[in-house]
């Protein structure tokens, strides 16, 4: 079964809103998370590092001011996409590492946002 | 800057045929490399990993892959391939800096 649960898996709205995305660890405790974003016919891209109880370490090119990350517990992560518009369309994954560092991790299935 | 390229990025076989995926990587250091796949319409899956020892390393569904340190390649095979196989396969490092880090990813069309 899944260790990693996305929710949602599919959020349309319009410009101007924002959008929060979960990601939980189900049956471990996850130290790390990451959060991907995917363009279509393209790879995932990490966007951000999210620590449990520190400030998310963002790629170059990544607005933190848009991509708000909170990692507030050992179980779950959530992405907020603030302000969204039509270009933050997109496929956006997060993946989770437990305590002992073990790889690989474990993914998400994916929330697939949609701006109108 | 770490990264890893794969130079496939569509390939069309038929039932049976033998398959090799590309994969090279920059880095200089100690490197994990993986191989995800992607069915349609589904979340990325673990296909094989490599941490250390035996270079040739065995995954699920038949897939294997082999570790050439001096080519910095990570090729994926497979000797018979099937229509299920049909999914788009990812490359993937990691290194000390602990981030992963995934090539473009290969495309395979599987005629049935």
């Known amino acids: 079964g899944a260790v990693v649960s996305q929710h949602p898996s599919r959020v349309i709205c319009k410009s101007g809103t924002s959008v929060k995305i979960e990601c939980r660890s189900l049956d471990f405790q996850a130290t790390t998370m990451f959060w991907y974003r995917q363009f279509p016919k393209q790879s995932l891209m990490l966007m951000a590092t999210?620590?449990?109880?520190?400030?998310?370490?963002?790629e170059q090119g990544v607005e933190k001011d848009k991509f708000l990350i909170n990692h507030a517990s050992l179980t779950l992560s959530t992405l907020t996409v603030t302000s969204a518009h039509p270009e933050d369309s997109s496929f956006y994954i997060c993946s989770a590492r437990d305590f002992s560092g073990n790889q690989p991790q474990h993914f998400g299935d994916g929330t697939r946002l949609s701006i109108l | 800057a770490q990264s890893v390229s794969q130079h496939n990025h569509h390939v069309i076989l038929s039932e049976a045929a033998s398959l090799e995926l590309g994969c090279n990587y920059s880095?200089?250091?100690?490197?994990?490399l993986f191989w995800y796949v992607q069915y349609p319409g589904q979340h990325l899956q673990l296909l094989l990993k490599?941490?250390?020892?035996?270079?040739l390393v065995k995954g699920i569904k038949g897939f294997e892959a082999e570790f050439i340190k001096s080519k910095f390649s990570f090729n994926l095979r497979k000797p018979s391939v099937q229509w299920s196989d049909t999914a788009e396969y990812f490359c993937?490092?990691?290194?000390?800096?602990?981030?992963?880090?995934f090539g473009s990813g290969t495309r395979l069309s599987i005629r049935p």
């Open positions: 993937a490092v990691t290194s000390s800096a602990s981030k992963i880090i």
């Open positions: 490599y941490f250390s020892g035996d270079p």
């Open positions: 999210s620590n449990e109880g520190s400030k998310a370490t963002y």
């Open positions: 880095y200089g250091g100690t490197v994990n």
